[in-house]
Nanobody, 121 residues
């Protein structure tokens, strides 16, 4: 089992920045690709960003490319999502996930409880 705990969400004005963190415990963190997904009210959960086990490759949804950066620190069992130039449409609950990855929900076995990000206009 892998336990994931997200933090760093909050309320920010459009154009602002937030940094999400996801701390993992349990099985070896570096064995898993890590992803960030998000779910807005009334919408399905969607892919935002992912990173391979070693951090050698990263992937982004077109909607966040150039604004969000995913990174990981395997020595700290933590994955990060730096979010810049935030837009109101980025408002969602953000979830981190661990698994084979990288792009699809069904490629992830473990999920955090989510952290709310709200971007005001």
């Amino acid at each position: 089992q892998v336990q994931l705990v997200e933090s760093g969400g909050g309320l920010v004005q459009a154009g602002g920045s937030l940094r999400l963190s996801c701390a993992a415990s349990g099985r070896t963190f570096s064995n898993y690709a890590m992803g960030w997904f998000r779910q807005a009210p009334g919408k399905e959960r969607e892919f935002a960003a992912a990173i391979r086990r070693s951090g050698s490759s990263t992937y982004y949804a077109d909607s966040v490319k150039g604004r969000f950066t995913i990174s990981r620190d395997n020595s700290k069992n933590t994955v990060y999502l730096q979010m810049n130039s935030l837009k109101p449409e980025d408002t969602a609950v953000y979830y981190c996930a661990a698994g084979r990855g990288p792009l699809n929900l069904n490629e992830y076995d473990y999920w955090g409880q989510g952290t709310q990000v709200t971007v005001s206009s």
